[in-house]
């Protein structure tokens, strides 16, 4: 299917997007190939900056989801990547990584293309889920066994080995850094894999199941599954999966634990968060207003750890809220691909009119709702940035995740105060503390339950920081050596002498 882009979206294109989305191999990828899905459910690729389809593909069907997972389960137990040489994996993993950061300009086009975020923005997406691939390319070989201590007459020793076949779930804010938390040390350790992106952002997944063949990676060993709810419940249930890496919403998790209890598979979830970010009196306000802007406005909000609570110390409250409004109303919203974009549209109509009703509910509820910035002309899913203060602890604004460009304020007087609020919430993703004095920050940092705290700083994520939530947020951490326990099973071998 030709690309339906309109004129001015073409023209911000490089001649290899426009040619891979004329021709876009938007399928099933199984055992190595495209494969026309066994489906009659079309789902339109939506530029969320004009709100147009910009092409179209055809779900995986239950069948398509068997295949693959056979395709994966055939791999594994076959050997073809689990038994090389770790040397050989790595290597092949580090041509993949070698081949996506060749074609990065292109990856990073499709991802503002398909999100609707920022060209900066996606291009640091690209780079990450680079680095993270090498981290784990390196894993490949890093993974030892070791001697147990045994009663007389054995000897005993413990060894990591792939568990077999796993299964990842991956939403449409971060398509392929998300996929690459999975995908990158599931491979490093011998496994095989069955993805399936969410139905929003296919473009990136497709494009790297692409390199995946061409870095050397055997058949079966990468499967991809485009499709909605439908083929992501049929991926839960369908046998032979011994691993389910899942991120996205809370209610969607509950619903992947219930379905991996029927067959005692083993479950990671990555969840939703209602992040805070405390501002103590002492802090370096310049900063501390940097990192609140970028906790909440990057990606337009739609971040499971965007602090999206400001909890402020009531003496700096007004004078921070006043200039944090001030520089939000120098963003420049518009299309992603548009260079002077610095934030971008929702993902969707459904999403931005569930952020203007949450909104429209802070108004009524008696909550000061404050909007800034422009909006741009079109017919994109922009939302324009709002600060919301006078809301009270336990309305929907407060409580609620909103992905979106919405964040609410709430004040404190002492410090157990501030704790107490940063802990009244159902969620444990992130937190963030703002103050010069090193002891608040790490009394505090110790009694907030979140999984991440950041101090002075906020969002920063590397290939070796171990990344996760406690409570709704969901349990099981990606990233650095925590992986390692998640893909790899360990077991004992013991001897009689």
């Known amino acids: 299917m030709t690309a339906q882009l309109a004129p001015d979206v073409r023209g911000l294109l490089s001649s290899n997007v426009l040619g891979w989305l004329d021709k876009p191999p938007l399928a099933p990828f199984i055992d190595g190939g495209w494969r026309a899905a066994r489906s009659d459910t079309r789902i339109d690729v939506v530029d969320p900056g004009t709100g147009a389809p910009v092409t179209a593909y055809t779900a995986a069907s239950a069948d398509d989801v068997a295949d693959a997972v056979a395709a994966a389960r055939t791999a594994f137990d076959d050997g073809r990547w689990s038994e090389l040489d770790p040397e050989t994996r790595e290597e092949k993993l580090r041509h993949l990584a070698d081949l996506l950061e060749k074609d990065t300009t292109t990856v990073t086009q499709l991802e503002a293309l398909d999100t609707g975020k920022p060209l900066a923005e996606a291009r640091l997406d690209i780079d990450e889920a680079v680095a993270v691939l090498r981290y784990y390319a390196g894993w490949a070989t890093k993974v030892e066994g070791s001697v147990i201590p045994a009663p007389r007459r054995y000897f005993a020793t413990g060894t990591r080995e ?108 990555e969840l939703g968060g209602k992040s805070p970010q405390l501002v103590f009196a002492d802090a370096d306000l310049d900063a501390a207003i940097d990192g609140v802007m970028a906790g909440i406005w990057t990606n337009a909000g739609q971040v499971c750890v965007a602090g999206s609570r400001l909890i402020i110390d009531h003496r700096i409250h007004d004078e921070f809220v006043a200039e944090l409004a001030e520089r939000t109303r120098r963003l420049s919203l518009g299309h992603g691909l548009a260079p002077a974009t610095t934030l971008g549209p929702l993902i969707s109509g459904t999403q931005r009119d569930r952020v203007k009703a949450l909104i429209q509910q802070a108004t009524r509820e008696g909550a000061d709702v404050r909007t800034t910035a422009e909006l741009p002309d079109g017919d994109g899913y922009f939302v324009a940035p709002t600060l919301v203060t006078g809301a009270r602890p336990g309305q929907s604004i407060e409580r609620e995740e909103v992905f979106g460009p919405v964040l609410t304020v709430l004040s404190f007087d002492t410090d157990d105060e501030a704790v107490r609020l940063a802990n009244d919430s159902a969620y444990g993703l992130a937190s963030a503390v703002w103050s010069q004095n090193t002891s608040r920050v790490h009394r505090v940092a110790r009694r907030l339950r979140a999984g991440t705290v950041w101090a002075n700083t906020y969002g920063v994520f590397h290939p070796t920081l171990p990344f996760g939530g406690v409570k709704a947020s969901g349990f099981g951490r990606e990233l650095g050596s925590a992986a390692v326990d998640h893909y790899t099973e360990l077991k004992t071998t013991v001897i009689d002498l």
Do not use: H
């Open 162 to 269: 792939a568990i077999g076949v796993c299964a990842a779930i991956t939403p449409w804010n971060y398509p392929l850094p998300i996929l690459m938390y999975k995908l990158a040390p599931a491979l490093a350790f011998g496994n095989t894999f069955v993805a399936k992106p969410s139905e929003q952002t296919v473009l990136s997944t497709a494009y790297l199941a692409q390199l995946c063949a061409a870095a050397g990676i055997p058949d079966g060993v990468v499967n991809i599954v485009p499709g909605a709810g439908a083929t992501g419940a049929a991926l839960t249930t369908t046998p032979g999966i011994d691993k389910i890496a899942f991120t996205g919403s809370t209610r969607t998790g509950q619903a992947v634990m219930r379905a991996a209890a029927d067959t005692l598979t083993k479950v990671s979830l």
